[in-house]
C-alpha cells in the first residue's frame, strides 16, 4: 500500500508539474499577444463600420504573413488617431474568430 500512495503521489506531482508548465505557455501567449506591436500603413478608415483597412507587416501573435486586410476595431476612438497614408502600429488579436486591432499609434 505504501508503494502505491509512492506512485499516486508521483503522479499528482508530474501532473501538477504539466498543469504548471501549460499555463506558463499560456501566460506567455497572451503576454506576446499584448505586447508585439506590427508596423503598418493605413489604407482605409470606416469608422461608422468600427473597421480599419492595413497593409501589414507579419503578425507573429496571429502567426499571420504580411499582406493587406480589413480589421475590426475594438475601440472606435482609436480611427480618430490615423487617416489613410498613415504609418502605424498596433497590436491585434483574433476575438471570437475575427481579428481585431486592439490599439493603434503612429510610427515613430
Known sequence: MKSL??????????????????????AQAATASTTDFTEAEVRKVDKDNKKVTLKHGEIKNLDMPAMTMV??????????????????RFKAAN??????????????
Open 95 to 108: 476575438e471570437g474568430g475575427k481579428y481585431t486591432v486592439m490599439e493603434i499609434q503612429q510610427a515613430k
Open 71 to 88: 480589421f475590426q476595431v475594438k475601440d472606435a476612438t482609436e480611427l480618430d488617431k490615423v487617416k489613410p497614408g498613415d504609418k502605424v
Open 5 to 26: 500512495s509512492h506512485v499516486l503521489f508521483a503522479g499528482m506531482v508530474g501532473l501538477s508539474s504539466v498543469m504548471a508548465t501549460s499555463a506558463h505557455a499560456q
